[in-house]
């Protein structure tokens, strides 16, 4: 028999939002890759574009480095910038499982400090379902 596999879904990523119509917002994906459901996402300063958050500072992509977004739909921007969808603001809580680091993100540390930086922003991330 074959095993069928699901892809993460909206519900497996995104817990509990006060309002969509507050926490959420459409952002421009910086062109160049594809981001999964779950991804975090800094603000690149210069351009005000998203792209996943780097552990740390990347040359032109100056302050992206600080996670401040969670994409809530994945979105494939690898033939150009993509409009996404982003929890932005909180109340909101996050599965941890879920949540989609960057490459360079890949010590225990720097994953505590994302989760850090997003509850900065009312983004609370969970380890439990």
């Known amino acids: 028999m074959p095993v069928l596999t699901m892809s993460p879904t909206l519900g497996d990523l995104l817990k509990y939002e006060l309002n969509g119509n507050y926490c959420r917002e459409t952002v421009t994906l910086k062109a160049g ?49 993509r409009i996404g969808l982003v929890v932005v603001r909180g109340p909101a809580i996050v599965s941890k499982a879920a949540l989609v680091f960057d490459a360079s993100v890949d010590l225990p540390a720097e994953k505590a400090a994302k989760c850090v930086e997003l509850a900065a922003a009312g983004i609370v991330v969970r380890d439990t379902a």
């Open 33 to 81: 890759t594809s981001y999964p459901l779950g991804a975090i996402l800094g603000k690149i300063t210069a351009t005000g574009k998203y792209r996943g958050s780097p552990a740390a500072q990347v040359a032109g992509d100056e302050g992206a480095e600080t996670a401040v977004a969670v994409l809530i739909e994945a979105a494939d921007a690898t033939g150009g910038d």
